[in-house]
């Protein structure tokens, strides 16, 4: 372990209030929830189509669905899948499985059955806490990877009974009949028989500080699944950062945070459940983002704090124009995923009165390492400064050790409390990221004087797109399984819409009538829609090293050429 200290010139920037470094975190995440319960029982914790969970009910929740797994056979460090959208069930679950020990690991709950298998198949856990509409697909899974006990979530039944009745949920394909319901369910536990348990004993043992606690899947750069080992610590550790980092907000005082960023996803789970819960804020939980929908809600509750990406600020300061409806009140955005447009910043905060600055995470790091200060010496254009405690180099990404000159880019090696100790189960993946226990991003940047830094490039050839990571070599994997198409390369092109789409680059069989729009519906039959190519171009070849590696950036320029039509 390395005993270098950088120096850390970002102190000098951070904003009133906020401390140059953090105490040490102690406890677990059910603490969390816990003391805010203590503290406030009666106040509103969740709110779902204007149906409210006091912190007290939501305790009590807690404690019944531990048991109840319990009883299901879950014991401390067992994995315990989580497929499910935003909504109460998500929260209760999330802390009922940390309150016995044992692993959450997050899903997409829209992953098609290929991409949730794959995640499967990697961390193997026997227990599963599924949107009914998904149960079906965990059911379909080989012998080998067969969930023993299947809890089915009808997440429709925590919304008021009126809306769940005259409400078509947002993100629901098709309205289904009962018996279709039934039979997707059979042979599953369904979540009201889960709460419906006995509390589980105050006395049962409880999670350690350096207990596992997530595996939070991150693309890379193989398109390969990897876990991110996340421990009790980490998480703490980021949502205390995050609060330390807005001294503005009080914990208790009706702070109220919107989560129209998905929890499955490392952002939303750290800003939108564990802070928010420290916080003792109001969760206001929307399963999509739907600008008419979070309209309504800040018509009576404005957001205090609201995590988001720049579509969404988009859309939500068109649609509140359009509609008349006030944005005042919101007194602190925080962008992540992708790059925040100065253009943006400027309307979304005259109609806010608040700030919106921009940050930066990685899932390795539980997400989030730094942000812009929540003042008027946030510098438009970088992702801000270092979080309290966490430390920065900037070295020779040939050669990690050394560090380039003040100024000049580089690799970005970080390392704090919030950073992972490795994937799960993949030891040699995890000694490639570390050097001396500092955590390589792979990002490219450089650091001005005060300490802000500004990422120049990625060594990753990740392409994000709406806040998700898309890795090419899956796509390019899928494109290649048609039989029209002989190779493909797939990258990202910029979009003032979603920071990147992805885009790919495809040699055709030669001897067959190319229909793209046939290739783009067959590719949508094997990826989520974020990863599907927004536009393919048809190409004589693809130009390639002298191994015969795919040269990324030469087909990028390629396509940009192409797209501006020169």
Known sequence: MSTYEPPRPWI?????????????VSGSLIDIVAASARDYPDAPALQFFGRETTYDELQQAIDRAASGLRALGVRAGDPVAIVLPNCPQHIVAFYAVLRLGAVVVEHNPLYTPRELRKQF???GAKHAIVWNKVVSTVQGFPADLAVA??????????MPFLTRTALRLPIAKARESRAALTERVRGTVTWETLVGSEPLPASHPRPSTDDLAIIQYTSGT????????????????????AQAWVPSIERGKGCVVYAVLPMFHAYGLTLCLTFAMSMGARLVLFPKFDPGLVLDVMKKHPATFLPLVPPIADRLLSAATDQGVSLTGIEVAISGAMALPHELVVPFEAATGGFLVEGYGLSECSPVLMANPVADNRVPGTVG????????????????????????????????????????GKPEETES????????TGDIVTIDDGGFIRIVDRIKELIITGGFNVAPTEVESALRQHPQVMDAAVVGLPSEHSGEEVVAAIVADPASDVDVEAIRAFARGILTPYKVPRRIFVVDELPKSLIGKVLRRQVKEKLLALSSGS
């Open 222 to 241: 193989t398109g390969t699944p990897k876990g991110a080992a996340l421990t009790h610590r980490n998480l703490l550790a980021n949502a205390a950062q």
């Open 433 to 440: 990221v570390f050097v001396d226990g500092w955590f390589r």
């Open 121 to 123: 198949e990697d961390h």
């Open 385 to 424: 400064l270092p979080l309290p405690g966490t430390e920065c180099r900037v070295v020779d990404p040939e050669n990690p050790t050394v560090d380039v000159p003040a100024g000049s880019a580089g690799e970005l090696l970080v390392r704090g409390p919030q950073v992972f100790s490795g994937y799960y």
């Open 12 to 24: 000098a920037s951070y904003a009133d209030g906020v401390p140059d470094d953090l105490a040490a």
């Open 149 to 158: 006990n299947l809890i089915s979530v009808d997440v429709t039944r925590a």
